[in-house]
């Protein structure tokens, strides 16, 4: 008895759900289709960023023998500790502008969208000194590249 009813209850739901999730099914302007926006936004900049890290692990572990996988490890580390900061940080930060509704939601996926930017830009010059050093074959200035990738306030 329980089961149809539970099964006829979850083929009303799902569909409700999928279609949240259509930013085309809200109109623009509204806090659903923002957030929406604003979130495939921030899952193609944490894709970049994924992808930048890997490269800068690999070439890593490719220039640096002895301890490029230490420090490859370590960058992995980071990245993960920095997008607990940008959650933590971004969450407070929706919650601070004292807006209604889903709009608190919409400006922290905002500010996790700028700092995805930054995290991107760092991460690309880091990449880019690392090459720069393995062309001119300055294997040991290396690591000094990865000061590009963090900053202090984290």
Known sequence: MLKPLLCSALMFALPLTVQAQDKSQWPEGSAMHTGLTQ???????????????????????????????????????QQGKWLS????????????????????????????????DQRLFKLTNTLQCMKRHAKHQRRYEIPDCLYQSYSVTY
């Open 39 to 77: 979130k495939e936004l921030l899952e193609n900049k944490q894709a970049k960023a994924s992808e930048l890290v890997g490269k800068i692990r690999t070439t890593l572990q490719q220039q640096l023998p002895r301890n490029g996988q230490y420090l490859a490890d370590l960058l992995q580390e």
């Open 85 to 116: 900061y940008v959650d933590a940080t971004c969450m407070l930060v929706g919650q601070m502008t004292g807006a209604g509704g889903s709009w608190p939601s919409v400006y922290a996926l905002n500010c996790a969208s700028n700092m995805a």
